[in-house]
């Protein structure tokens, strides 16, 4: 069972930059796959980046790439979304997920434990 709680949402300016960071529970943080998902208003949740076990290999979505970088600490169970250069239709709640697996995902229901999330506004 693994637990996550996201924090450091905000108001943030076009052009800007925050760092999201996801706190997880239990001793078998290392043995799961990261993701980062995001739910605009009115809209499906969707994916933003994955990274995998090790912290060693990363995907990204097109709309985030070379803006956003995920990243992890197995030692200190988190793992963290920079975000540089935030557009305001990155506007969204930001949720952090766990899953126990070798590949990366990228896809939300092939996730098992998921944080509350946080708000995340970017103001143009």
């Known amino acids: 069972q693994v637990q996550l709680v996201e924090s450091g949402g905000g108001l943030v300016q076009a052009g800007g930059s925050l760092m999201l960071s996801c706190a997880a529970s239990?001793?078998?943080?290392?043995?799961?796959?990261m993701g980062w998902f995001r739910q605009p208003p009115g809209k499906e949740r969707e994916f933003v980046a994955t990274?995998?076990?090790?912290?060693?290999?990363?995907v990204y979505a097109n709309s985030v790439k070379g803006r956003f970088t995920i990243s992890r600490d197995n030692a200190k169970n988190m793992a963290y979304l920079q975000m540089n250069n935030p557009k305001p239709e990155d506007t969204a709640v930001y949720y952090c997920?766990?899953?126990?697996?070798?590949?990366?995902?990228?896809?939300?229901?092939?996730?098992?434990?998921w944080g509350q999330g946080t708000q995340v506004t970017v103001s143009s």
């Open positions: 990274i995998s076990r090790s912290g060693l290999t990363t």
């Open positions: 997920a766990a899953a126990r697996v070798e590949l990366l995902l990228t896809h939300p229901n092939e996730y098992n434990y």
């Open positions: 239990g001793r078998t943080f290392s043995t799961h796959v």
